[in-house]
């Protein structure tokens, strides 16, 4: 367990108003989804876990920066992220609107600062949610145990996009949970992590765990309350 001292500004800290009430933002992420190329499923999750964490630390989303306004009226509602899918031209033009590009092994995802859920840029409204099904070309390796696990509810199918959003989520409340000196160790070798799914005995004895996890509010895909990602990061075990 960390034992330097937590950062107050998580926003789940802040019980003084209501959430559902608050206006409410989106985050948006693009993959890159080129028919003759698609990346592996794993690689895409852990790179959209990656880009919601360069996007949170990112010096124009804190203090004065110029996306710090959208960043605290997003995290003043409910924390809601929605991939889309894009191709070539589309990729493009996504790629023309302020943002971060994050690569991974084969994959390309850009997450865009928060926008109201009505207020969508028309380049990104245009781009399809559905289509994100993407796959394994061989079953991932065991993860390395320095690192940072985000770990799938194994008894619940999700699209690719819909995991990806997850896996956003939860590499989010691991920063939010930890201290200061945590965080700069992480940030600074650029926020190594990995997605993998459990078998049951695992999978239980981390929802025993206090260790952060996502409830899906059950907009899309899956029933409301479902956990669907616990974060085990070395400084939380």
């Not at 804190?62 to 996306?67: K, Q, S």
């Not at 028309?122 to 993407?134: C, E, F, M, P």
């Not at 201290?179 to 005995?201: M, N």
């Amino acid at each position: 367990m960390s034992t330097d001292q937590k950062p107050a500004d998580s926003p789940l800290r802040d019980a003084s108003h209501d959430r559902d009430t608050a206006p409410q933002f989106v985050m948006p992420l693009v993959v890159r989804i080129e028919r003759a190329a698609p990346p592996a499923r794993t690689d895409a999750l852990e790179t959209a876990a990656r880009a919601v964490l360069l996007m949170l630390t990112d010096e124009r989303s804190t203090d004065e920066g110029e996306w710090a306004g959208a960043m605290r009226s997003w995290q003043d509602g409910r924390i809601r992220k929605v991939v889309r899918r894009a191709r070539g031209a589309e990729w493009r033009r996504a790629e023309a609107l302020p943002g971060l590009t994050v690569t991974g092994a084969s994959a390309e995802v850009r997450v865009f600062p928060p926008v109201p859920l009505d207020g969508w840029p028309k380049d990104l409204a245009r781009l399809q949610v559905s289509g994100t099904d993407l796959d394994d070309p061989r079953a991932p390796a065991p993860a390395d145990p320095a690192v940072p696990v985000l770990w799938l509810n194994p008894d619940l199918e999700m699209s690719a996009g819909k995991a990806m959003a997850q896996a956003g989520h939860a590499a989010q409340l691991a920063w939010y949970e930890l201290g200061a000196d945590a965080r700069a160790a992480w940030q600074a070798v650029g926020f190594p992590l990995a997605v993998r799914t459990p078998g049951p005995s695992r999978w239980g004895a981390l929802l025993a765990s206090r260790l952060p996890r996502v409830h899906d509010a059950g907009f899309t895909e899956i029933a409301p309350g479902s956990c669907t990602v616990v974060a085990e990061h070395p400084a939380l075990g």
